[in-house]
C-alpha cells in the first residue's frame, strides 16, 4: 500500500486510508498468524453446498474447491464468508456468531472487524499482481472503499 502497483491502482488517499485502517489493527491482525486450522481460503456462498434437513430447515452438506487451502486462522475464512458484507443482515451476522460458538469455533470480541481486516490484505494482494485484470481491480477498490468507510 506505501508503493507498488496496488498503491497505483488504489491511489494514494484510498491506499493510505486503508493502510491506517491495517496499521492500528496490526496487534489482532498479527495474532492470526499463531493459529493453526485448515482453512478453505476461498469460503463464500458458491463453495458451500447445503441440503434439507429432518426438520425443514438447510445445512451445509459440504465445501467445495479447496485448491485455496492454507493453515492458518479460520478469520480468515471468516473474513472471504463477509468479503460483500452489505449481502448479509445484522440478523444473519448474529445466527452465523451463534452457530459457529455453538458448533465450538472460537471468535474474538472484534470478529467482524478483523476478518474483514484480514480479508482486506487478500484484495490488495490482488490488485498488486503483475496481470491487468480491469474489472476485478475495480471491484476490490470498491469492497476496500467499503471498507474504510465503514471503519472496519
Known sequence: LLRGLARERLGA????AM????????VCLSALDRAACLVHGDLGGRNI?????????????????WEAAFSGSALWDVGSLFRYSQRYSE?????????YRDAGGGLPEDWFRT?????????VEILDGEQELPTVFAECRELLEAVVAEGV
Not at 453446498?49 to 474447491?65: H, K, M, N, Q, T
Not at 440478523?91 to 452457530?99: D, V
Open 13 to 16: 488517499e484510498l491506499a493510505d
Open 19 to 26: 493502510w491506517r485502517r491495517l496499521e492500528a489493527s496490526a
Open 49 to 65: 453446498l447445503v441440503a434439507p434437513a429432518e426438520d425443514g430447515a438447510w445445512r451445509v452438506s459440504g465445501l467445495i474447491d
Open 91 to 99: 440478523t444473519f451476522r448474529q445466527r452465523f456468531e451463534r452457530g
Open 115 to 123: 476478518a474483514r481486516l484480514a480479508d482486506s490484505t487478500r484484495l
